[in-house]
T-cell receptor, first 116, second 116 residues
Framework: AQSVTQLDSHVSVSEGTPVLLRCNYS??????LFWYVQHPNKGLQLLLK??????LVKGINGFEAEFKKSETSFHLTKPSAHMSDAAEYFC??????????????FGQGTTLQVKP | DTEVTQTPKHLVMGMTNKKSLKCEQH?????MYWYKQKAKKPPELMFV???????INESVPSRFSPECPNSSLLNLHLHALQPEDSALYLC???????????????FGPGTRLTVL
């Protein structure tokens, strides 16, 4: 069975300090992994996606994530937080298999707070 | 155009009303999705359309009726809703449901629905 666990429901950082949002996954297949961000009362925006081509994935707005198969992790990082990064972040795995085509499994989300 | 648009932004309806939500994309995507998102929760999949045909119905109550008139447009018809149906309704699209690819989903901004 495929699943995704976001290890922190809430993360608080100061502006200009690094961000780490943690995500572990479980998948019988080579996983398709994504990070999405959702600002208040907005839709979801794709930050980055994992392709098997590279384990370190760079996304938009300075975010990146590293796929570690041995640790079944896909943590999201950013070297320096900006006030505009305050939002909800979802780690997502895409289901594979004929009956699940197109389905995404969402983590419970991590609320990122950025303090001035 | 890399946008998914949704109308209306906000909708308030009574339990006896009939209303419709509209979603549009002009990216040439052939898969479209409806999600329901409650506050502080991840989105929950409701329906998936592939090439204008219903592919997945996640056991959604019949008071929600999806329709895909053409490859660019997705509607969600609402009738006799309950207060617990109040939520953010998100539409998404992806290139198709091809299993091997990464096929990320692009989300619209959502319709905030309140049922009185």
């Amino acid at each position: 069975a495929q699943s995704v666990t976001q290890l922190d429901s809430h993360v608080s950082v100061s502006e200009g300090t690094p961000v780490l949002l943690r995500c572990n996954y479980s998948s019988s297949y080579s996983p398709s992994l994504f990070w999405y961000v959702q600002h208040p009362n907005k839709g979801l925006q794709l930050l980055l996606k994992y392709t098997s081509a590279a384990t370190l994935v760079k996304g938009i707005n300075g975010f990146e994530a590293e796929f570690k198969k041995s640790e079944t992790s896909f943590h999201l990082t950013k070297p320096s937080a900006h006030m505009s990064d305050a939002a909800e972040y979802f780690c997502v795995v895409r289901l594979h298999g004929s009956s699940n085509t197109g389905k995404l499994i969402f983590g419970q989300g991590t609320t990122l707070q950025v303090k001035p | 155009d890399t946008e998914v648009t949704q109308t209306p932004k906000h909708l308030v309806m009574g339990m006896t009303n009939k209303k419709s939500l509209k979603c549009e994309q002009h990216m040439g995507h052939r898969a479209m999705y409806w999600y329901k998102q409650k506050a502080k929760k991840p989105p929950e999949l409701m329906f998936v359309y592939s090439y204008e045909k219903l592919s997945i119905n996640e056991s959604v109550p019949s008071r929600f009726s999806p329709e895909c008139p053409n490859s660019s447009l997705l509607n969600l018809h609402l009738h006799a809703l309950q207060p617990e149906d109040s939520a953010l309704y998100l539409c998404a699209s992806s290139q198709d449901l091809e299993r091997g690819g990464l096929n990320e989903q692009f989300f619209g901004p959502g319709t905030r629905l309140t049922v009185l």
